[in-house]
Structure formats: C-alpha cells, structure tokens
C-alpha cells in the first residue's frame, strides 16, 4: 500500500494571543484556519508560533492549539522548541505537527557551527575587542516514523531576517538608523547570522546522510520553513550545495532540491514587500526522496503587501507569508 505524505511550511507571522491585540486571535483564526484545512498536509511546519503564560504553568503554545482545534490536526503528533526550563519560548517558536508519530526530536544551535566573533566598526561607543556573534533560532529536526521504521528526517528552520542587527549608539528608534554606514552593518551581522545558520543546516544534513549511509536507511531527508533568502541567494545556494557551485558530481546525491521549481514562475512567490514577488519559504527534498515527489502547491492567491506605507496589521489577519505544501507518495 501506498504511502501519501504531503509536507507544509507555513510561517503564522506572530500567532499570539494577547489581551486587546488587534487583529483578535478569534480573528486570526477565522482566516488561517481555511488555510490549513485546504493544505490537506500530513506534515506541518509552522514558524513564528508565540508561546502564552499562565499562572503556575510552564509557557505552552495555546494559541496554536486554538487555531487546530476542531481540525484533523488537533489529533497530530507534535513537537516545538523548547528553553532550558523545557517550555515553549516567549516568541517565534517551531513547531512540528504530523499525522505519523515523531519519534525523536532534537533542537540544535551552535552544535555544528560555532559562534563566529567579531568587532563592530561603527559602534558607539567603539568596541574594543571582538564579540561572538549568535542567532536567535534553533534548527528543529525531528525523525517521522512513515510505517515500518522508514523515517523521515524533517529539518524545520527559520533563518535570519534581512531586517538589520542593532548596532549600538546608531540607531534613533527601532526603524531609524542615525548613519548609513551603521544601517550596513547591521545588515551585514545580520547576513553572517543567516549564512552561519545556513552552514550548521548544510553540515548536519550531511551528518544525517553519513549516518543513512552506514545504516543503509532510505535518504528520505526534507528541510522546510522561512530561509528568507531566494534559491540563488548564499545561503539556500550553501543549503543546497548544487553540483555546479562545487563541482564535484560525486556529490550529487547529496544535493537538496527546491520543490517549488514545478511550480510555473508567475506563481512561484510567497511573500510581497513593495511590490516585488520574493520566494522566501521553501521545502527541499534530498533525492531519492524526489523519486516520489507528485507536485507542489503555494497558496499565495490572497497573499497582501503589508510593507506598504500606511499598512498595519490591523487590516490583515492573515499571516504575510503564503504556505506551501509538496506532495508525495511511497510506495
């Protein structure tokens, strides 16, 4: 018998629940929820889920709870990232929700890349020595157990923002940067952030196919989530690691492939920023998993433009990012 698996990503952009927050979570559901149920996924991956605070609990993502309910989902097997104190973070939270049990779940930061150090240029007060660079996110992988022990490695990520670092003594307010120089700066920290994810990615997909290949399991390997770069951009390049960037066709079957290239390039976006179609979030399959990849879809039809002058949130309750769902079929 055949086994269907259809994989989304869909970042929520700030699902939260706070008193007087507009728009309302009640609102927010009323339009996500169509969405989901119209992914028809097996496999989720959410980004940017907020975690709510109750007296005497640990902080727990009630608010994604609100928006699966009375969904097939509500039934799914899930896993999220976690501080130390083993409750969901304050903000932007991964989460993992699957038809078919999770069987092993691992946050990883730091652990294939260390932090990188480095001195500021247009700091004020000058910085006198190099300081270690950190990213703010994890990497959420998590083992899917298909049937019969064929596992799935799901990688679910959220790179760094191309939204400039803050540099200390140039900004003026949280959008207004006092000089040009310390504005590319931090969008310069913010680069080495979201490359250097990129890299701890790439390095521990191919510490999972070096293990695959002493087990001799199926490479079924998938990364999905908000990269915030396009396909030609570093660090999706870095991610993939094409054959024509390393030149080495010994490689190939270490390649990840973006699933939306099925998808015909008029539609092939998942957000607007003034005006211009970006494809930020993507899901990317290893090969041998491809073999059985049936097509992609990305539900951007209602998608707004929220970087607009004069735009706020209050007149969008969707979330800024389209989702996407790739579908396939094992046998």
Partial sequence: MATPLRIATFNLE????????????K???????????????DVLCFQEVHGQEFAGEPRKLDALNQLLAETPYEWFYTA???TSKGEAYDVRNLVV???????DVQQIKHHYAPKPSYRKVTANPPEAAAKEITWERPILYVKIDLDA???LHLLNVHLKSKRPSPIEGQLINTYTWRTMAGWAEGSFISAMKRVGQALEL????DDIFDKLDVSGEPKYIVACGDFNADVKDVPLQAIMGPVEETGNTGLIERVMIPCEHSVPETSRFSLLHLGSKEMLDHILASRQLLTY??????????LHDESGAFRTDD??????HAPMVAEFVLP
């Fill in 149 to 151: 022990g064929r596992m």
């Fill in 293 to 302: 990849y049936r097509g992609s879809e990305i539900h951007n039809e209602v």
């Fill in 80 to 82: 999220h990232t976690k």
């Fill in 315 to 320: 007149k969008f309750p969707e979330s800024d």
């Fill in 97 to 103: 929700v699957s038809r078919y049990p999770i069987r």
């Fill in 27 to 41: 609102e927010r559901i009323a339009v996500l929820r169509p969405q989901l149920l119209r992914l028809r996924a």
């Fill in 202 to 205: 790439r390095v521990l997909i």
């Fill in 14 to 25: 700030n699902l939260d629940d706070k008193p007087g927050e507009r728009p309302s979570l």
